[in-house]
């Protein structure tokens, strides 16, 4: 890895590191970093890199700073997959776990966010996170069942299943400290194995999209859904959103996905079925489709998938949907994990997302608090040619989220050209830099994050953009910091993310 992709993520930019490590193993890994930190280095630890919230991004610091990519920790274990889990290195990416459980007939209950081609499961349990498996089981935290860390006195701390290394514990003995340290961002210490929760491979899927002509009924039709657990996954678009999804890729690209819609199929017969329907559908499938919602269920069989199906039928057209051809969701089970193109806009514009989770009964101000801050800025969006569009997302049954996006001209960084296929750097414009139009979207960012948080916004993946410690009343914050203190007393593991 070279020094220029350090310094950076997709938004953030700070202090390039002193130096860099690259353990080879779990050993190696606690070899290294015990000597930096021992050393009284700082110490960043980094795995795929896709984040845009600054989480290995730092400001100066006097001491040295070390960044440990911890991509090279691969091993996937194996031999406690009877008892309903997977041991898995920090470095593991999700595809590849997806790669290994697939021929066992198993897959993990939370099976990675979209850019699980690149993204590490160390990562994304560092950061939390949501996407597959997320419309029933929630979020990352909720299938971690245990973790090894390793702490700034070079001792390691292990969790939950894992609370006696390869021997193996019940998770429920007295308190677990595992989700304390799901979502610390490397704050703690770093994340060297996760035991992960798996289930067997569903027997039948399908899917259906419908189209709303306003936000408050797509809304309350993901929640309705997410209340009677009828959907392993559940998105919705807002218009311009699903726009730029058909924009951002080629016929080639069609080509692909309908050959792996048709080895994912349960049979030849379903799976020739599907590519007619979205080869008749065509590009122009959503028209003008207004706000659209997708949903992917699973069943022993097809008739358990056909009966929930015939319930979220029933919910959204009492809340006056209408259903439309369902490429999307068709598509999105076909290829969980595609090429991360989608970090840029269409005509390869800069892309920066701002997402809250709100509790259902807070999504519908939620949207409206986000349309109001972006009225406010209509003179300063339309200056720096700003365009936005929106995700919503039900994680599990309690929660909705809702992640606007923001597409502005400016230059790219090496991060983007190291993550974006060839045949994307081809053909996207270089553009100059824009700093104007770049600080206008970190304040609208910001704004959005104030216009939330009367009403008790949450976020996966702080890092240093979203305000935790600030969030805190003084009885949380002194035991945070406390917490902090105790296991990093002189502040050596990724200081001042979560604010701590």
Not at 116 to 140: C, D, E, K, M, P
Not at 266 to 276: F, Q, V
Not at 339 to 367: K, M, S
Not at 410 to 416: A, C, K, N, V
Request: net charge negative.
């Amino acid at each position: 890895m070279t020094q220029q992709l350090l310094d950076h993520d997709f938004f953030y930019r700070g202090s390039a590191p002193t130096r860099v490590v690259a353990p080879h193993n779990r050993e190696d890994a606690i070899q290294l970093i015990g000597q930096a930190l021992r050393e009284g280095c700082v110490v960043v630890a980094r795995g795929g890199g896709m984040s845009y919230t600054g989480g290995y991004v730092l400001a100066e610091d006097s001491r040295p700073v070390v960044m440990v990519d911890l991509r090279q920790l691969s091993q996937i274990e194996l031999s406690t997959l009877s008892n309903g889990w997977v041991v898995v290195d920090a470095g593991v990416t999700w595809q590849q776990l997806h790669e290994a459980l697939q021929p066992q007939g198993l897959r993990a209950v939370f099976g990675g966010p979209l850019s699980g081609l690149r993204a590490t499961v160390g990562g994304a349990i560092s950061q939390n996170a949501a996407f597959w498996g997320s419309g029933l089981h929630g979020s990352a935290a909720e299938s971690t069942l245990g973790l090894e860390v390793l702490l700034a006195d070079g001792t390691v701390l292990r969790t939950g299943v894992l609370s006696r290394g390869d021997e193996g514990r019940s998770r429920y003995f007295g308190p677990d400290l595992t989700s304390l340290l799901v979502g610390d961002c490397g704050r703690f210490g770093v994340k060297l194995r996760i035991a992960l929760a798996v289930e067997p491979l569903p027997a039948a899927t399908d899917s259906a999209s419908f189209s709303f002509e306003q936000p408050i009924n797509l809304l309350e039709s993901m929640q309705s859904i997410a209340r009677c657990r009828l959907a392993i996954q559940q998105v919705g678009f807002d218009p311009l959103l699903a726009n730029v999804r058909t924009r951002r890729s080629s016929f080639a690209d069609d080509f692909r996905t309908l050959s792996k819609v048709l080895r994912g199929s349960g049979s030849t017969l379903k799976g020739l079925r599907s590519i007619a329907e979205i080869s008749l559908a065509g590009r122009g499938f959503l028209g003008d489709a207004g706000f659209t919602q997708h949903v992917m269920c699973e069943g022993l069989d097809t008739h358990a998938v056909d009966s929930k199906l015939a319930q979220v039928r029933r919910i959204v057209s009492d809340l006056g949907g209408r259903e439309i051809e369902n490429t999307i969701p068709k598509v999105m089970m076909a290829t969980p994990f595609t090429p991360l193109n989608g970090i840029l806009g269409p005509n390869g514009e800069r892309w920066v997302p701002v997402h809250g989770l709100f509790n259902v009964d807070r999504a519908q101000e939620g949207y409206r608090a986000y349309l109001e801050t972006l009225e406010s800025f209509e003179a300063e969006i339309a200056a720096a040619g700003i365009t936005s569009a929106t995700l919503f997302s039900a994680v599990g049954s309690t929660t909705t989220l809702m992640e606007p996006m923001f597409f502005w001209q400016d230059e790219l960084e090496p991060l983007h050209f190291d993550t974006l296929e060839d045949k994307v750097i081809k053909r996207i414009p270089r553009n100059p830099p824009n700093p104007s139009a770049r600080n206008q979207v970190a304040k609208l960012r910001q704004a959005i994050m104030e216009a939330w948080k009367p009403l008790g916004v949450g976020h996966f993946q702080v890092g240093r953009a979203y305000p935790f410690a600030a969030s805190l009343d003084d009885v949380q914050q002194r035991v945070y910091q406390q917490l902090a203190t105790t296991l990093d007393p002189h502040r050596q593991m990724n200081p001042g993310v979560l604010g701590l």
